[in-house]
């Protein structure tokens, strides 16, 4: 059986009136990716937040890689990654000082951050780059420069957010090539977004609607269940009788 | 124009939403008058002094206790060695020491002539002269009580009347001013800033490709200031007449409207700053540094223009605020209608004018 | 503790890209220090006179020469009549009126004491009670001179004559730059620590990369450290450009030792950089930030000591200026100097100081919130 590294039970937020995410229960297990998918609105990233330890929870429990959310933030935050939704790196400093930065912060030896971003200057091949200021690069660079700050200190979780908002298709599929190949070293991906398509790269996929999980299971299944062809349909499906639209 | 309103509509929505924002622009204005109508002033009172009384015999008592009994001054201490004066001085809150010789009173009655000494605490001079003439003064009486019964002959008395306001408050002369000041922050700086928001977070660009005249677009955004300036003189205004005091003698009207010219020029100028400037950041450099300190130096409601250097007076004509504090001290202190200001008018729709044609060109200039 | 190097190296290296920032440390100061002193002057001099002189005689020529001659009026008309002098003052032409009535020497002679009217503009109480007061003593001084001549010398010598010598310590000369100069480098320091603290941020706020960092494991305390220092050190050096400026333009030497002055600046710094910390954790924007930050900033400058006396506010008034950080460092600075006062003369501006910054960056930091 695959370790859980993500465990939730009938986790809430409510905003005042207003709830958000409403009692999901879900386990995600160690090196998969999981597909967090949603309309917008739907509490996607609010359930993510809680998970990160941005947000407390109203009610219910989660524990991400072993540590509670409530009260065992701070070690959760060492053992993950994070890549938000509006581009965070900063623009006015360079790319290596970006990378420096996050090296150091997470607690890397001088000598591991030489190291780390050395390879990965060369593995988004960014050497022209290296010295230039993050807001002279193109969207998609930023983004890929984004993921592979998020894995800078070898988390066990990363977690996106709509990773891939606003980037050209050939640029999409390197992303999800990097995504991949950290799913290989036994990395857990944990991923929002409303690309229906991407659902397709992820061993499961999850589908919210109006703050409850509505379905939970790989691509195959879920187009098996509800007999249709693409996850496109899936989605279609699920979401017809939400009430909660942008 | 139906669309020019649906804008503004929206601008007002930005505006009403922000609690925070709008509780400091309508409560700055009367943090403002309160400070000034109440706290500050220039006269001089209370002033904690120390005597060095070497004599301890009946003319120097009677005179300290004059000097006890006016409230210019307090005593705070008796001091027996001069010596002590500059420890006490450097204490920080004795602004003046009066020392009285040991012979004090003999000298008086045997030779007619005494000597006190009064030293200053000079680090605040204004101060210090004040003190010294009232305490000098004090002693002058005391001296002319002395010699009361000898006629002095060929007295010229001189008739002081204090015009416009005799009670020498603070309050005429800082209202106008709190009023230029107060019109000048909210519509020069929130309009730039609003403005170069918008073109750094990118929302600028989609208002530009709506079917809009773009000049239109960023005059929609300075229209809600314009209604809150509007509230903030009324506030002002009723504040000065209820609270502090200061009547409108002249018309409400034309206060109102001048007000409302200058509150354009304002707007037009935050406006041409937006223009030329990018980020928020540097809007607000240029509207503190640029706008709000001119404003406050060289309108001339804290420190008089006629002290200044001939090129800073040269300067303060450039100043909006500077003709707008003439005309509102105008007609709400002095009284006076049209007549009177009418040259200040003139000369603020003119900079009203250029600094409009101004923006309009240098927005063609972006946009091309 | 690695963490703040990585911090510190980050916001040295934006803060030297921005190169807004650098015009405010290096531009303002200087700006400031220049300019502000020579408009900040409540010396009253030229003071407008209109003169309404209806005696025409040698007696009154004389009387109008000396007041001219003494430096603080400019004589800025004859007038016929009042009302035309009157005019002048409500066109903000002329601030005061001499008039002179009718046989005023004649009178003068023949019934031992005459009346001379004066009218002063009041809108400025100062400038009026200052302008009245000079007046005064010109025609008390014409007026003790005439006897003199006129009349012989046994008349006097049984009235009784106190002199007093008044002298003037620290500030000999009663410059007003001197006394301004002090107190305009403490409301430097002050707004740039505050504005730039505060403003810098919300910045992040409003960029997102705020939200990056709370997902890190960097502690609160080493964040805000990590902000706190590079802006200290940034108000050190404005302070340090202030003093240079005002030695080199207004030839303002401390008396006092350097050691106590910039002791003081250090915690003071502390003081007003956890108020900008504290306004950061109260907003969301940099607008908002930064009109909040004005809006105090306003008040702490207005009842600060520096343009009027605290001692001359009202109780309440009092009471809110002992809540002013600014105040004191104004007091302090003028304290050491221009009188040279040291540590134990500025030892109760100096616990209060220290109470400010505990409390303040305390109240800060238990605000930051990296869950909300």
Redesign the interface.
């Known amino acids: 059986m695959a370790e859980v590294v993500i465990k939730t039970e009938k986790l809430t937020k409510r905003f005042g009136n207003f709830t958000a995410v409403d009692e999901i229960t879900f386990e995600v297990f160690k090196g998969e990716i999981l597909g967090f998918l949603g309309a917008n609105g739907a509490g996607k990233t609010t359930a993510m937040r809680m998970l990160i330890g941005l947000s407390t929870p109203t009610s219910g429990k989660a524990s991400v890689a072993g540590f509670d959310v409530y009260h065992q933030t701070e070690n959760i935050k060492k053992n993950i990654g994070y890549m938000s939704q509006r581009f965070s790196l900063y623009e006015d400093l360079t790319v290596m000082e970006n990378i420096r930065f996050y090296g150091g912060i997470y607690g890397l030896t001088n000598a591991e951050i030489k190291a780390k971003s050395e390879q990965l200057i060369f593995e988004l091949s960014l050497e022209k780059q290296a010295k230039e200021l993050v807001a002279s690069l193109p969207l998609g660079w930023k983004q890929k420069l984004s993921f592979s700050v998020a894995l800078l200190h070898e988390p066990k979780i990363v977690f996106l957010d709509e990773p891939t908002g606003g980037v050209d298709p050939l640029t999409r599929r390197q992303f999800w090539e990097l995504i991949y190949a950290a799913s290989d070293k036994g990395i857990t991906i944990f991923v929002t977004t409303h690309y229906m398509d991407e659902a397709e790269y992820c061993n499961r996929i999850s589908i919210m609607v109006d703050g409850k999980i509505k379905a939970m299971d790989s691509p195959e299944n879920l187009k098996k269940q509800f007999d249709v062809n693409s996850m496109d349909e899936v989605f279609y499906q699920l979401a017809r009788g939400a009430t909660r639209a942008e | 124009m139906k669309q020019f309103i649906a804008f503004v509509k929206k601008e007002f929505y930005h505006v009403l939403r922000d609690k925070r924002t709008l509780l400091i622009l309508f409560g700055m204005p009367v943090a403002q008058i309160l400070i000034f109508g109440f706290a500050l002033t220039n006269e001089v009172k209370n002033a904690k002094i120390v005597i060095v009384d070497q004599a301890k015999d009946i003319s120097s008592q009677k005179i300290i206790s004059e000097i006890a009994a006016s409230h210019y001054f307090q005593i705070e201490n008796t001091i027996p060695d001069p010596k002590q004066i500059a420890s006490a001085f450097q204490k920080g809150t004795i602004h003046l020491a009066i020392i009285f010789p040991a012979s004090f009173n003999d000298d008086l009655m045997h030779l007619h002539k005494a000597q006190i000494q009064i030293i200053a605490d000079a680090s605040d001079p204004n101060t210090a002269t004040t003190l010294t003439n009232y305490a000098s003064a004090i002693i002058g009486d005391y001296q002319s009580g002395l010699n009361a019964k000898i006629s002095v002959p060929m007295q010229i008395i001189p008739e002081i009347r204090m015009l416009y306001n005799p009670q020498l408050k603070g309050a005429p002369n800082f209202v106008p001013g709190v009023m230029a000041l107060v019109l000048l922050l909210v519509c020069v700086l929130m309009t730039a800033i609003s403005i170069v928001k918008e073109k750094e977070t990118g929302t600028m660009e989609i208002l530009l490709v709506s079917p809009f005249k773009p000049m239109l677009v960023i005059i929609a955004k300075a229209v809600p200031y314009l209604f809150l300036s509007l509230i903030n003189v009324m506030s002002i205004l009723l504040l000065s007449v209820y609270v502090l005091h200061v009547p409108v003698k002249g018309s409400v009207l034309l206060l109102l409207a001048e007000s409302t010219l200058f509150i354009i020029t304002c707007l037009t100028l935050g406006i041409f700053i937006s223009i030329k400037t990018n980020t928020q950041q540097v809007a607000m450099l240029v509207s503190l540094m640029g706008m709000l300190l001119p404003t406050v130096l060289f309108s001339g409601f804290m420190f008089p223009i006629e002290n200044m250097p001939v090129p800073l007076q040269i300067i303060s004509n450039i100043v909006p605020s500077k003709w707008f504090y003439i005309i509102v001290k105008s007609i709400m202190i002095k009284g006076v209608g049209f007549s009177v200001i009418w040259k200040e008018t003139v000369i603020l729709v003119g900079i009203t004018l250029f600094l409009f044609f101004l923006s309009i060109k240098s927005f063609k200039i972006r946009m091309a | 503790m690695?963490?703040i190097?990585?911090?510190l190296?980050?916001e040295f290296?934006?803060i030297f890209?921005?190169r807004?920032?650098l015009?405010?440390i290096m531009v303002?100061p200087v700006?400031?220090l220049l300019?502000?002193p020579?408009?900040?002057?409540?010396?009253?001099?030229?003071i407008?006179l209109s003169v309404v002189d209806h005696d025409h005689s040698s007696f009154s020529k004389k009387l109008i020469s000396k007041i001219t001659a003494s430096g603080y009026f400019k004589l800025q008309s004859y007038n016929a009549s009042f009302k035309d002098a009157f005019h002048l003052?409500?066109?903000?032409k002329s601030d005061l009126i001499l008039e002179i009535p009718e046989g005023f020497e004649r009178d003068?002679?023949r019934e031992?004491?005459?009346?001379?009217?004066?009218?002063?503009?009041?809108?400025?109480?100062?400038?009026?009670?200052l302008g009245?007061?000079y007046?005064?003593q010109i025609?008390?001084n014409?007026?003790e001179a005439?006897?003199v001549k006129?009349?012989p010398e046994a008349?006097f010598?049984?009235?009784?004559?106190?002199?007093?010598?008044?002298?003037?310590?620290?500030?000999?000369f009663?410059?007003?730059d001197?006394?301004m100069v002090p107190g305009i480098l403490a409301i430097l320091v002050t707004m740039v620590g505050g504005f730039l603290t505060a403003?810098n941020i919300v910045?992040e706020k409003e960029?997102?990369?705020i939200?990056?960092?709370?997902?890190?494991?960097?502690?609160k305390q080493y964040f805000i450290l990590g902000k706190l220092i590079p802006f200290w050190i940034l108000g050190n050096v404005v302070f340090s450009i202030g003093l240079i400026i005002a030695r080199l333009v207004y030839g303002i030497i401390p008396l006092g030792n350097l050691l106590v002055l910039y002791g003081f600046i250090w915690l003071f710094l502390l003081a007003v950089l956890g108020f900008g910390l504290l306004v950061s954790t109260?907003?969301n924007?940099?607008?908002?930030a930064?009109?909040?930050m004005?809006?105090f900033m306003?008040?702490f400058i207005?009842?600060g000591g520096l343009?009027?006396?605290i001692?001359?506010?009202?109780n309440w008034?009092k009471v809110?200026a002992r809540f002013n950080p600014l105040s004191y460092m104004i007091?302090v600075m003028?304290?050491v100097i221009?009188?040279?006062?040291?540590w134990k003369?500025?030892l109760p501006q100096l616990w209060k100081i220290a109470l400010f910054a505990i409390v303040l960056n305390t109240w800060a930091i238990l605000n930051y919130r990296?869950?909300?």
């Open positions: 690695r963490t190097k990585f911090l190296q980050k290296k934006q890209r921005n807004s920032i015009v405010i303002m700006m400031q300019i502000l020579l408009a900040a002057n409540y010396e009253v001099k030229n407008n003052i409500e066109s903000d003068l002679v031992n004491h005459q009346k001379l009217f004066i009218a002063v503009n009041a809108i400025n109480g100062t400038k009026a009670n009245g007061a007046l005064t025609i008390r014409y007026n005439i006897p006129w009349l008349a010598t049984q009235s009784s004559i106190i002199e007093i010598t008044s002298s003037n310590w620290f500030n000999p009663l410059n007003y001197l006394y403003l910045k960029v997102g990369t939200e990056q960092i709370n997902v890190t494991p960097i502690k109260y907003s924007t940099q607008q908002q930064m009109l909040i004005f809006f306003m008040i207005l009842m343009f009027t006396p001692e001359s506010m009202p008034a809110i007091d003028r304290m221009l009188k040279g006062s040291g003369e500025i990296k869950t909300s």
